[in-house]
């Protein structure tokens, strides 16, 4: 299984960014998908879960109205859209599959990609 996360980078505040997630290895269309963020010097922390259909939304309260993910089952892929971003956003964001769950705990999250790095200035 593979997860390969993409489309960070440095933006000014206020800015937008969309976060990709291609998978591989997996019947994608069976996982619950994921977005975690890791701070410098903080835990890693939940951002957004989608269900398998993408019926199913869940956002942290630190980005609701922000964010919104999204997913292509034909595409394999997860998408994490941030709008109006903040200097505390800026974090690794990484993307994980659970299967036939939307857990938004990190520790239920079985395959992990690797991190795309968001940087927000002031």
């Known amino acids: 299984v593979q997860l390969q996360a993409s489309g960070g980078g440095l933006v000014q505040a206020g800015g937008s960014l969309r976060l990709s997630c291609a998978a591989s290895?997996?019947?994608?269309?069976?996982?619950?998908m994921g977005w975690f963020r890791q701070a410098p010097g903080k835990e890693r922390e939940f951002v957004a879960a989608?269900?398998?259909?993408?019926?199913?939304?869940f956002y942290a309260d630190s980005v609701k109205g922000r964010f919104t993910i999204s997913r292509d089952n034909a595409k394999n892929t997860v998408y994490l859209q941030m709008n109006s971003l903040k200097p505390e956003d800026t974090a690794v964001y990484y993307c994980?599959?659970?299967?036939?769950?939307?857990?938004?705990?990190?520790?239920?999250?079985?395959?992990w990609g690797q991190g795309t790095l968001v940087t927000v200035s002031s």
């Open positions: 994980a599959a659970a299967y036939s769950v939307v857990p938004t705990s990190d520790g239920r999250y079985a395959y």
């Open positions: 290895g997996l019947t994608f269309s069976s996982y619950g």
């Open positions: 989608i269900s398998w259909s993408g019926g199913s939304k």
